[in-house]
């Protein structure tokens, strides 16, 4: 399993940037997607992007595409989102997640606590 640890959330106007950290811990097989979900009050949870291994596929959905840019260091053991030209729709808790397969239907482990993330218009 992985343990998964998000940081980084907070309250920004719209048009602002944050940036999210994830910090895995644990064992998996060598390689491993990796990725970000989110999930908006009264809705449920959504795939934002996801990320190889190597880091060179990456995956968005496409409300974000163009705007968030999902990135890792192996060596960290950490998954960042960036996030730019933040707008109210964006506002959700954000988990992120480890699977084999770039649509993270299949999770190494539990979600984490997730990260708020709160964009006033």
């Known amino acids: 399993q992985v343990q998964l640890v998000e940081s980084g959330g907070g309250l920004v106007q719209a048009g602002g940037s944050l940036r999210l950290s994830c910090a895995a811990s644990?064992?998996?097989?060598?390689?491993?997607?990796m990725g970000w979900f989110r999930q908006a009050p009264g809705k449920g949870r959504e795939f934002v992007a996801s990320i190889s291994w190597s880091g060179v596929q990456k995956y968005y959905t496409d409300p974000v595409k163009g705007r968030f840019a999902i990135s890792r260091d192996n060596a960290k053991n950490t998954l960042y989102l960036q996030m730019n030209s933040l707008k109210p729709e964006d506002t959700a808790v954000y988990y992120c997640?480890?699977?084999?397969?770039?649509?993270?239907?299949?999770?190494?482990?539990?979600w984490g606590q997730g990260t708020q993330v709160t964009v006033s218009s």
């Open positions: 997640a480890a699977g084999p397969a770039q649509d993270l239907s299949l999770r190494y482990g539990p």
């Open positions: 644990g064992s998996t097989s060598s390689t491993y997607y």
